[in-house]
């Protein structure tokens, strides 16, 4: 044994012992890294020392998150501009994208609700587009895509998956005229399907007012009473919503009432709609009544009263 | 004593920015040429106070880098005993340098220590090094001037402090 120099050891010289030492730190590191890549001891050590190496990555990306701030801060105005631009033709886009789909989706659940109507009617219908609209104070009309060549003739009646619409006036090749149900030209034989008090509704020019005039004051009308088609005239199919009362009040000679009522139909909103193929039983006006009595001849001026008809005549009053 | 003390806290301190610094992300472009800021802040103190820098210290400094780096435990340890091994060695003569050869000296240092980086991953079976990282020794030797002169300022100073105080 050496004389104790400075203050290391004396067993090896210094160079050695710090070479031994540097190899045993060398193997220490090995035989760690050896375990950890085994066992995966790093991980553990971390896990249990996660609540303070946390708040250490934290103040560390402090200094990046300053800059990255700093950097949104004074960014560019002009690559901002461009962005914003970018990011709004985006939305432009995606929102047309969007329209259409919700358009599609409504068309959708249109054509599926007068399906619905078709097969629940279990009658032969055609389906038509509209093509064009002329609603005005005077006429209202619709021109559709089918016309005589596709079978469509005049007096057929259109329909909406929500009532009726109005019928066919005139046909073209490969288009037709439909008269709405709200062209003041055009009547159509209802019954409050409540009651079953029979009347005709009459268009107004407004699209969401029918007339129906000429009730007796006494009559069991209420506002939401339904009206359906009566099917007498011939024209319309029996059963077929019109519209719901919306008010009642005297007409103008105070003799009678006058039912407003909302037209079933979405005259405004639909674009395709039904026209029926099959005609209701051709039963027209009823035919006059039979002369019973003393002969005509006999009493010339009875003879007027006793033709008038039990119903008005129904169908488009053009 | 204060003067110890002081020193003392400078180069915890100094050890402990130069771990955060390690850990502060960069933009991805020029993370790999990040130097290793442990091994400059180690190079300085086992230059300037030998008594205070061991093997056994770079070793421990090593381990909770790689604590904190979550790369192979013993790593880094490895590489920063090795390291401040040679620094100890070759003390007396890299102490008397010039800056620029001492610069070089320090790239040289911090290119083992990256070849002994890449050793070390190619036995653990992990995916070699980018190529923009062999260029990190050379940062780490570009910056080096800055960080001994920074670091010997404070020195300095807390040594005059501390020598006016006791």
């Known amino acids: ?318 | 004593m204060n003067r110890v003390r002081a020193q003392g806290w400078a180069f915890w301190i100094g050890i402990a920015l130069a771990l955060l610094l390690m850990l502060m992300p960069l933009p991805a472009l020029i993370q790999p040429l990040k130097p290793y800021w442990p091994a400059l802040v180690l190079i300085y103190w086992s230059l300037e106070a030998t008594d205070r820098v061991s093997v056994g210290l770079a070793f421990g400094v090593g381990l909770a880098a790689d604590l904190l780096n979550g790369a192979l435990l013993g790593d880094q340890a490895l590489r920063l005993a090795v390291l401040v091994f040679i620094v100890l060695r070759f003390r007396s003569r890299l102490r008397f340098f010039p800056m620029w050869q001492q610069a070089l000296a320090v790239w040289l240092l911090l290119l083992n220590n990256h070849v002994l980086q890449a050793l070390i991953r190619a036995f653990a079976g992990d995916a070699p090094m980018p190529a923009l990282s062999w260029l990190a020794p050379a940062v780490g030797a570009a910056v080096w001037p800055f960080v001994f002169l920074l670091l010997d300022d404070v020195n300095t100073r807390l040594r005059g402090k501390g020598a006016k105080a006791t």
């Open chain 1, 1 to 318: 044994m050496a004389l104790p120099q400075k203050e290391s050891t004396p067993i090896f010289s210094d160079a050695t012992a710090g070479t031994l030492r540097l190899i045993a730190y060398l193997a220490l590191a090995a035989v760690l890294m050896v375990l950890d890549h085994r066992n995966g001891w790093l991980h553990r050590a971390r896990y249990a020392t996660a609540a303070a190496i946390v708040p250490i990555y934290k103040i560390a990306a402090a200094p990046a998150d300053w800059v990255h701030q700093a950097g949104t801060a004074f960014a560019q105005r002009s690559k901002l501009i461009d962005e914003n631009r970018q990011l709004r033709e985006a939305l432009l886009l995606a929102e047309a994208r969007l329209n259409r789909m919700h358009a599609v989706t409504r068309q959708n659940a249109r054509l599926k609700q007068l399906l619905d109507t078709q097969q629940l009617l279990g009658m032969h219908a055609q389906l038509a587009r509209l093509i064009d609209v002329q609603l005005g104070p005077t006429r209202d009309r619709v021109m559709l895509n089918v016309g005589a060549d596709e079978g469509v003739h005049v007096g057929q009646t259109v329909i909406d998956s929500h009532g009726v619409m109005g019928q066919i006036i005139e046909t073209l090749p490969h288009a037709s005229v439909a008269m709405l149900v709200i062209d003041p030209d055009h009547a159509v034989p209802v019954t409050i399907a409540r009651t079953g008090l029979r009347g005709i509704a009459h268009g107004t020019g407004d699209t969401a007012q029918l007339v129906v005039p000429n009730l007796p004051l006494s009559s069991d009308v209420k506002v939401g009473d339904q009206l359906v088609t009566s099917g007498l005239g011939g024209r319309f199919p029996a059963g077929f919503p019109v519209g719901t009362v919306a008010q009642l009040k005297r007409d103008a000679s105070g003799m009678f009432m006058e039912a407003l009522a909302k037209p079933a139909a979405e005259l405004e909103r639909s674009g395709e709609v039904l026209l029926l193929r099959d005609q209701p039983d051709p039963i027209g006006p009823p035919a006059p009544a039979p002369e019973v009595g003393p002969p005509a001849s006999l009493a010339p001026t009875a003879r007027a009263r006793s033709q008038g008809q039990p119903a008005e005549p129904a169908g488009a009053v053009r």
